[in-house]
């Protein structure tokens, strides 16, 4: 698999879901064949494929579901028999499942933590950066980790430094993440209203950030995170 990417949170409703339903769904409209990994046991990703394909309106992408401890061991070989180019993994939350994030962790490229600008938020990212290190430490290469801001009060960050997502944005880069430059707005009902129909990545931060994903490695890339 070329492109893979694991979106990870310690608790639930950090928009984990829809982030990696989005993602991939991204990805696909970038002519990329892609596969949605539900591995979370509550299987929403797989809820929102099932509503989707019931209405006539179905993934342009494979979703599976892997909620389990073999995850590390399973997705690759899924991956290369069924031949796709992308691979995005929707966990479930670590402080009830660690051992399913940590194994899907273990087997992908780019580590994603969708999080909202406040500060109790900031502090459990700490915590998954603990986890981070820990599935790191018995890997012989060093998966890219990014943050994602969500639920935040601007679509685009912000230039005052004491504005909430600035705040967030110094902590999360003090702790060692890359804090991708586009941010996803609570108030935005293009989120909530596309449960249950193939969402349009069209214009979105999940547009860009699959455009960020299937650069690759290298200073363009790093310069679009940033930027």
Not at 115 to 130: K, N
Not at 142 to 162: F, G, I, V, Y
Request: net charge neutral; glycine share 6%; with cysteine.
């Amino acid at each position: 698999m070329a492109i893979s990417c694991t979106f990870l949170n310690l608790k639930p409703g950090t928009t984990k879901t829809t982030s990696a339903v989005y993602t991939a769904a991204a990805l696909a409209r970038r002519d990329l064949v892609t596969m949605l990994v539900d591995a979370d046991p509550a299987g929403s990703a797989q809820r929102w494929a099932d509503l989707a394909d019931r209405g006539g309106d179905p993934f342009p992408f494979h979703i599976v579901g892997m909620s389990r401890k073999s995850i590390a061991r399973e997705l690759p070989a899924l991956a290369a028999r069924m031949r796709v180019d992308a691979v995005v993994v929707d966990t479930p939350q670590m402080e009830d499942h660690a051992d399913i994030a940590r194994g899907a962790m273990a087997v992908t490229q780019t580590w994603i933590v969708p999080v909202a600008p406040a500060g109790i938020e900031i502090d459990r990212t700490m915590h998954v950066y603990r986890h981070m290190d820990q599935v790191e430490a018995t890997l012989q290469h060093s998966p890219e980790r990014l943050a994602l801001l969500t639920r935040t009060n601007r679509r685009k960050p912000s230039k005052t430094a004491t504005a909430p997502d600035a705040v967030a944005r110094a902590g999360l880069t003090r702790i060692g993440l890359t804090v991708f430059a586009d941010q996803v707005p609570i108030n935005d009902d293009l989120y909530r209203q596309t449960y249950s129909v193939t969402p349009d990545p069209t214009g979105t931060p999940y547009e860009r950030l699959a455009e960020y994903l299937a650069v690759g490695a290298g200073s363009i890339r790093a310069l679009r995170a940033v930027q």
